[in-house]
């Protein structure tokens, strides 16, 4: 279990690296996505697996949903808008 919250330390410290960077840095963004997609595994296990009555499961199946829309969100965000005009090929 220790390990577990040693991975999530090292995840939070991928989220600051994001909050100092600021929003408009494409570089932290994804270490931040990619951070959060590593989250995820640990998640459904503690919701979904065989030692899953030991955990709050309500709360960690919540846990999963929030935070694979989260994961999304900044999935997006760091890729980038398309522009119409750039999708056309003429």
Not at 5 to 22: E, H, I, Q, V, W
Not at 63 to 69: A, E, F, K, N
């Amino acid at each position: 279990m220790m390990a577990f919250r040693m991975f999530a330390c090292l995840l939070c410290g991928f989220a600051y690296g994001l909050l100092t960077a600021g929003p408009k840095d494409k570089t932290a963004l994804k270490m931040t996505c990619f951070a959060q997609a590593l989250m995820l595994p640990l998640m459904v296990i503690a919701g979904f697996g065989p030692d899953a009555t030991t955990y709050a499961q309500p709360m960690w199946k919540a846990q999963t949903v929030i935070h694979s829309v989260m994961t999304y969100v900044a999935y997006t965000a760091s890729q980038g808008a398309k522009t119409r005009a750039s999708s056309r090929r003429r």
